[in-house]
């Protein structure tokens, strides 16, 4: 029964961790429009920041409180579920072209990102001068993509989406609405974390596994429903080219942004699991992905299928190697 409890509770923090980061940036896209912020840097650090404040603040709060199993298990999680899941879900209701401009600068960025973490993993620990070189490493993108936008050169679905910002759906008016907004957020995100991280461990703890494999899964999935539900309305909408930049994309931020900001906050020890089983996992994944994206093939029915059934076989294979099935 208390096991159920504490599963309540995470998934709360979930709800509320998705709830805040939306109001925030909303907010904080509002706010930054009136100060009259040009669309495009708003929608490369506000939106695209704030996007994957869930996943931050679940890290941070992680190693912060002792548990950076479950840091780094929410970081390659989300990455393999982005993959595996996100991209499965949306090609069953529509084939995903793969030809949309910047969408195999992504696929390279985000396999670079995985090889990166998995490299850095050999030490057994990552450490804060290595959590600087990844925290560095999405700033140089994050220039690197304003300054290609600003060259008028070809710019991701994606991005060209997050620069938006003036037709954002539902972006507060009055100034009132806007600081309640940004409260909201500012109030809901750590509130959040502490819920999924704390009640995080008392289920790892309970059903005698470590905090990482509730990372890898519980809470990997809750992060990952942004990305979920943006990519099934992409393909609901016909615009699945936006579904693989939306997965890379946020794989990229993932490893650099969060994982940067967690070494940072602490050392996060990996497990030797990780070395064995899911980073090669995430890194497999990119490379089939990518093989789709360079060799310009749509991510058909059949293959959402597969990828599907993929991501379902390394959960398997995952509950199967903690001793839970």
């Known amino acids: ?13 979930v ?21 009259g912020v040009p669309p495009l840097i708003i929608g490369l650090t506000v939106v695209a920041l704030g996007t994957s404040a869930p996943e931050l603040v679940v890290s941070v709060g992680a190693v912060l409180n002792g548990a950076s199993g479950l840091a ?63 925290f560095s490493l999405i700033i140089i993108y994050l220039i690197y993509l304003f300054t290609q936008a600003r060259a008028g050169m070809e710019v991701a679905a994606d991005i060209r989406e997050m620069a938006d910002v003036e037709h954002m759906q539902g972006l507060p008016k009055s100034t009132r609405t806007v600081v309640i907004f940004i409260v909201l957020g500012l109030i809901g995100l750590p509130l959040g974390g502490q819920l999924v991280g704390s009640n995080g461990v008392k289920i790892a703890e309970l059903m005698g596994v470590s905090d990482a494999v509730i990372g890898l899964t519980i809470v990997a999935i809750g992060t990952s429903l942004p990305e979920l539900s943006t990519s099934v309305i992409a393909a609901l909408r016909r615009h699945g080219d936006l579904a693989v930049g939306n997965a890379f994309g946020s794989n990229i931020f993932n490893v650099f942004a969060v994982g940067g900001a967690s070494a940072m ?37 059949f293959a959402g299928l597969i990828l599907l059934m993929a991501y379902i076989a390394y959960l398997v294979g995952l509950l ?3 001793g839970l099935l």
Do not use: C
């Open 1 to 13: 029964m208390l096991i159920f409890i504490h599963l309540f509770w995470l998934t709360a923090g």
């Open 15 to 35: 709800v509320l961790l998705l709830f805040a980061g939306d109001v925030l940036v909303r907010g904080s896209a509002a706010l930054a429009n009136r100060w």
């Open 72 to 134: 780094l298990g929410n970081i390659v999680g989300s990455n393999i579920a982005n993959m595996l899941l996100v991209l499965s879900v949306p090609a069953l209701i529509l084939p995903i072209t793969t030809t949309a401009p910047g969408t195999r600068r992504n696929v390279m960025f985000a396999l670079s990102a995985s090889i990166i973490l998995t490299l850095l993993s050999f030490g057994g620990v990552i450490v804060f001068w290595q959590g600087v070189l990844l």
């Open 265 to 301: 906050a602490g050392d996060i020890i990996v497990p030797h699991s990780f070395l064995e089983y899911d980073l090669w996992v995430m890194v497999a994944a990119g490379v089939v992905l990518g093989g789709f994206a360079f060799a310009r093939l749509k991510i058909g029915r």
């Open 320 to 322: 199967y190697r903690e």
